[in-house]
């Protein structure tokens, strides 16, 4: 007797190669997927002096409690297209207000996305700027006078936030 055996099919229509194949191919695929992420993303440059960075955190407070003295309050508003930014900044003690602000705006993990904006006063305590539209997420924004001697900072969430409400920090 002699058996007859169903003709084989090509290997490529067996499930267990593809089984197989599967992981390695994942790998590579993903490989290449961080490979891209990579080179396509820049995350800045880490910061070869810890210690006069963390030196210089007495100096951000003082200027932290220079802003809560001088009791400034701002409010930052984007124009609808993103394109310009407006500061109103208000003292309750009558204090001087400068003629030119600077506001930073810096996003938590890409450094290559952080702007600096100097905003010139058109009016007592308005200011006005031009801007890069910042793209969509938390932001850390800070608005300190050009001498560096106060700052207010908040977080912004954008694009959900056209406004935002600056007062000084208490620690």
């Not at 890409?110 to 938390?138: K, T």
Request: aromatic share 10%; charged share 25%; no cysteine.
């Amino acid at each position: 007797m002699t058996s007859i055996r169903p003709p084989s099919r090509p290997w490529y229509r067996e499930p267990w190669p593809w089984i197989i194949m599967a992981p390695p191919a994942t790998a590579v695929v993903a490989g290449m997927v961080m490979l891209w992420l990579a080179i396509t993303s820049y995350d800045g440059l880490v910061t070869d002096d810890y210690y006069k960075q963390g030196l210089a955190i007495n100096k951000t407070l003082r200027r932290d409690d220079r802003a809560s003295e001088l009791n400034y309050r701002a409010r930052v508003q984007l124009s609808e297209d993103s394109s310009r930014v407006r500061v109103f900044l208000d003292s309750a003690q009558n204090a001087s207000l400068p003629t030119v602000l600077q506001l930073r705006l810096a996003h938590p993990t890409r450094a290559g996305r952080d702007q600096v904006a100097v905003l010139h006063a058109y009016a007592p305590g308005q200011y006005e700027a031009e801007l890069v539209p910042p793209e969509a997420g938390r932001w850390r924004a800070t608005i300190e006078d050009i001498d560096g001697t106060w700052r207010l900072a908040q977080i912004w969430h954008l694009p959900q936030d056209r406004a935002i409400e600056f007062e000084p920090s208490s620690r």
